[in-house]
């Protein structure tokens, strides 16, 4: 992996694999968040989407606390161990932090925007960290990672995220135009896990689905730090609050895309609608010439909702 930059883990049997979706589906479709039964997997369409935004990273309280989630993320972390210590020893590293991130539920013929080439920058993180992102694959199907095995361009610095900055960083036009040429398509196979560093020049590439698309995303970072990636007091105040913790961007995890304050207002009241008004929180964003506009951000659970929890973070 170290030399190529991804790794393809086998996790679960085909069986197992879809066993786990079911779960998974059951799990979301009486979500607290929801005001009611949100529809079946196989019953998802554009207009009943679970989340707005043509990806469909959907996170929440229920994706990052519920125990189905936990149990995922520990037996994918069990599963990864060998190679996340042969990672540690590759770069001189001494300690792991498995961090949090969201869970995809795309309807079908929903297709995201396809991205150019670009590396994924965790600002957050220390240079010689090494940070992989990844997935577990809950489909029957083949799912597809779009990059250049072995060309990575690392970070040059260390610093907080500024507001409305994105979580990775573009090549120019040129560039974009030569690598874009020379990707490669690297398939997951249904129930395996799928890591890459996130220095790895890799892409997004628009893809019509004519079923429900389902993947958990991994995120770990190999470091020598003792603390948590955003600190061990925010880390902390979010665990108490069963608050959505940051993904390793540090970006919030969005509910409704900050896009649709001025491109798809219409498409704001179904969403919110949908939602228990106890579970949302209102937050001030701006957009262009659009300022101050009320949109669901982030969830907080109420405490009748809390689901048991075992922090994963440095050890």
Known sequence: MWNEGYVILPLWSIEETLSYRSRVEEVMRHAPEFRETMPSFAELTKETSYMGGATCFYGSPTVAYHSLFHEMRVAAETRAREVLQEGLRANGLSRVEMLYDRLMIRPPNVVPQSESAHVDHCLAANLEDVILGGWINLDSKPQIFTGLP?????????????????????????????????????LIPPGHIFLFNECMIHAVTARKLDYTSVRLFLAFRLTNDIEPLFGRTELERRLVDQHTPLIKSGQECRYIPELYNSLHQAKIPRLKAQLDPRATIDMSVKHQSISSVKDICTFSIPDSYCYYYTPHCVN
């Open 150 to 186: 072995g060309q990575f361009r690392k970070r040059t610095e260390t610093r907080k995220r500024k507001r409305g900055e994105s979580g990775f960083s573009l090549f120019s036009k040129q560039e974009q135009k030569e690598l874009n040429q020379q990707m490669q398509k690297i």
